[in-house]
């Protein structure tokens, strides 16, 4: 069973636009939703993190929205740039274990 | 800044072949992770270690894997016996956990070729 599910796939948008990614949870127990950014032949490096007491926080250009009765959560990031093409991979988990989503590769084109 | 290291960062072995990836999380985290990443996939969690025991594991972590903290600062993968779709990415994350809070940072990955 797929724990936490990434959409979409891949994404291209111009710079300034404001790219969308969506992840969805199956396991209520979860209370720790972060997202990662990797970059070709570089780990995942932690970009930003919400718990589900809130439903919404904000970093910079970074923007996790959190919808706790829907199981599902989002990474917005406003006034892209190229320097934002990345994969990205939410997740989701508690404790110890994070389940990670399938990744989003996006591309910011200039 | 303080950073997960890892060794080598690439590593081709034989099938059949053990293998041990190496990995200095941060000096003063508690929880220690190795996930994998198939090319192209998405990442996997593997196990967790907590106070030299193994916390939590996941069904890829089967009896070919091990992990060790031999000293206070290292922390290694070992595949006993490497099959060809052993062929990963492998992320060694460590993080520092206290109540209901969470969050691991990653190592640059050993990729494992296996042949």
Redesign the interface.
């Known amino acids: 069973q797929q724990q936490v599910k990434q959409s979409p796939q891949s994404l291209i948008v111009q710079k300034g636009g404001i790219p969308i990614i969506n992840c969805a949870y199956e396991n209520t127990a979860f209370?720790?939703f972060?997202w990662?950014q990797q970059f070709p032949?570089?780990?995942?490096?932690?970009l930003i993190?919400i718990?589900p007491d809130v439903s919404e926080k904000k970093e910079g250009r970074f923007t996790i929205s959190f919808n706790k009765s829907a199981k599902q959560f989002s990474l917005h990031i406003m006034d892209s740039q190229p320097g934002d093409s990345a994969t990205y991979?939410c997740?989701a988990?508690?404790?110890?274990?994070?389940?990670?989503?399938?990744?989003t590769s996006l591309t910011v084109i200039p | 800044e303080p950073e997960v290291t890892q060794t080598p960062s690439h590593q081709v072995t034989q099938m059949g072949q053990e293998v041990i990836l190496r990995c200095v999380p941060i000096s003063n985290h508690l929880y220690f992770y190795w996930y994998r990443q198939i090319l192209g996939q998405k990442v996997e969690f593997l196990v967790s270690f907590y106070n030299n025991e193994i916390s939590e594991k996941s069904e890829i972590f089967d009896d070919q894997f091990s992990v060790e903290r031999p000293d206070g600062s290292n922390f290694t993968l070992k595949i006993r016996s490497t099959k060809l779709e052993d062929s990963a990415m492998y992320f060694c994350a460590s993080s520092l956990s206290t109540r209901g809070i969470t969050e691991a940072f990653f190592g640059q990955g050993t990729r494992l070729t296996v042949v």
Do not use: E, I, M, V
């Open positions: 209370d720790y972060p990662y032949g570089k780990g995942p490096a932690l993190a718990r991979f997740a988990g508690t404790g110890n274990q994070f389940y990670f989503g399938t990744g």
